[in-house]
């Protein structure tokens, strides 16, 4: 038989085992000092604590502060860009608002980030948590301000590459949207972009074109405008090339302003004609922002420089007028190539710069070169044409605010036998804003359009009749 007994320890045996382990405790922290430079104790410290604080946490932490190497860090400028759109998600109920807008106190007030206060996020069904924080520096030096931003840690690689993307796109998008469009023309003298607002009001609402044309090309806008995954796994540069021509006044520039305005985008407007050379035009075309539109009208004309260019190189090759070495190379530098105007538009040079739209308009697309209009150059031709029926309404019901009329009819009819532009019929219904009045004016306009035009072809009819006529006569006289 055994017996148990619960020996409990006395306190001076505990007190005595304490004093000893302390002891070895002391000897062991002095032998340790001893033995271990500082460095590697200190380092070791270090890494045990990452090791801990790693294990025994799910959560990782992005530090994000303002500067970064003496610079504005883009990161944090983008959070701060982007977060004030995430408010609806603060943790507390308090919002940070205020305007410093001098000129114009009446304007809509921002929001700014409190500091100390959770802002959720969500990407991809990540759910993500910002903070921003700010510490106090020595006198006179600005607060120190950094954000956290806190994931899931499994998710870290993700928010690394592809969050931040998203940060630094959606901040680029905002900034876009609230500053305001600018059109830019080149100034050769101080050879630099200049800019002045835009202030085209021209929307795709306003504009008259047909349904089909409209919905299409607004589709073709926005997969443009997502389209950067895209355009670079086939390999192409992310830039899409329209061609919009038809005869004047049918709404090619008002297009161009209509696209601006829904896209966002700035406008670049070139004088391709008043470029002197291929080398002007690269240095050109490459200080272009991107998100923006390089619009070149009338590239016909330009064209016809580019020929001309080409005439008189050949001449001067082959010294037909027998000009001077000095006065040959003077007319050489005039105007771009023909060659430099395809490089730019789908050459290597072409790919600097993303999310570019390049826009041509010309009245005669028959006289372009065809190595301009080879598939695969300007990705969509765009005619402009004369008014149909749909248009001439949809300008009444602008104009007007009218959609029915007895004088509908026979405008209609005229409007298609005379081959009317937009641009008269908005000048017609801009008489008077009482549909009456307007719409005879209009009816009028046509019907004196109309004579004119059989006028002109009577005259022209005369002529040829005249012309064979001489030609008929002149053997005759010969002989
Ligand atoms: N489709 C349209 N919808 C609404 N307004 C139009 C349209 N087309 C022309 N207009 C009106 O006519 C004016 C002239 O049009 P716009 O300058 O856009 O023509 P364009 O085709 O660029 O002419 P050009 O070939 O001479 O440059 C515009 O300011 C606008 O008021
Ligand atoms: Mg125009």
């Known amino acids: 038989m055994v017996t148990l007994y619960n020996q409990v320890p006395s306190v001076s045996a505990i007190f005595s085992l304490y004093t000893s382990f302390s002891a070895i405790t002391m000897l062991f922290r002095t032998i340790l000092n001893e033995i271990v430079p500082k460095r590697i104790r200190e380092y070791v410290a270090l890494k045990a604590m990452d090791f801990f604080s790693s294990y025994f946490q799910s959560n990782f932490t992005f530090v994000i502060e303002q500067r970064w190497e003496f610079v504005e860090n883009q990161t944090f400028r983008a959070a701060e860009v982007y977060l004030p759109t995430r408010l609806a998600g603060l943790s507390t109920g308090k919002l940070l608002v205020g305007s410093s807008n001098l000129k114009n106190p009446a304007a809509e007030p921002k929001l700014g980030i409190p ?26 030096l600005p607060e120190k301000r950094y954000f956290h931003l806190t994931c899931k840690k499994e998710f870290r690689e ?29 100034n050769q003298d101080r050879s630099k972009w200049e800019s002045a607002i835009f202030e085209h009001h021209t929307t795709f609402e306003t504009l008259a074109v047909e349904p089909q044309l409209k919905n299409t090309l607004i589709e073709d806008l ?11 796994s086939v390999g192409r540069a992310w830039k899409r090339g329209y061609l919009l021509y038809g005869p004047p006044g049918t709404g090619k520039s008002s297009m161009v302003a209509a696209i601006a305005n829904h896209m966002k985008y700035h406008i670049y407007d070139l004088q391709i ?65 023909l060659s430099g105007l395809l490089n730019f ?77 937009p641009a008269e019929v908005t000048q017609q219904l801009m008489a008077s804003k009482v549909a009456d ?21 009577k005259v022209e009819e005369d002529g040829e009749i005249e012309d064979a006529e001489t030609k008929e006569a002149e053997p005759e006289e010969k002989t």
């Open 437 to 457: 009045i307007a719409l005879k004016g209009l009816l009028e306009f046509l019907k004196t359009k109309k004579m004119t035009k059989e006028e002109d072809t």
């Open 345 to 421: 538009v789908d050459g290597l040079w072409s790919s600097c710069g993303e999310e570019k739209i390049i826009i041509f308009t010309t009245n005669h697309k028959e006289k372009l070169d065809p190595a301009l209009l080879r598939p695969g150059r300007m990705d969509v031709h765009i005619l402009m044409d004369n008014c149909t029926p749909f248009v001439f309404k949809k300008l009444v019901a602008m104009y007007l605010k009218t959609d029915d009329h007895v004088l509908f009819d026979p405008i209609e009819k005229l409007v298609l036998e005379v081959r009317a532009t």
């Open 222 to 232: 926005d997969a443009f405008s997502k389209g950067k995954d895209f355009f670079k």
């Open 158 to 186: 993700k928010i690394m590459t592809d969050y931040f993307t998203y940060l630094a796109k959606s901040a680029e998008k905002i900034t876009s949207h609230r500053e305001n469009l600018k059109i830019y023309t080149y």
């Open 273 to 337: 004609q008043s470029v002197r050379d291929d080398g002007e035009l690269r240095e050109i075309l490459t200080s272009t922002k991107n998100r923006s539109i390089l619009l070149i009208e009338d590239i016909d004309c330009g064209a016809d420089a580019s020929r001309r260019r080409q005439t008189k190189k050949n001449e001067d090759d082959g010294g037909e007028d027998g000009a001077e070495p000095q006065k040959r190379k003077k007319k050489f530098e005039v105007g771009i190539s």
């Open 115 to 140: 500091v100390n206060t959770k802002i959720i996020d969500e990407f991809e069904g990540i759910h993500l948590e910002w903070t921003l924080h700010s510490v106090e520096t020595k006198k006179y």
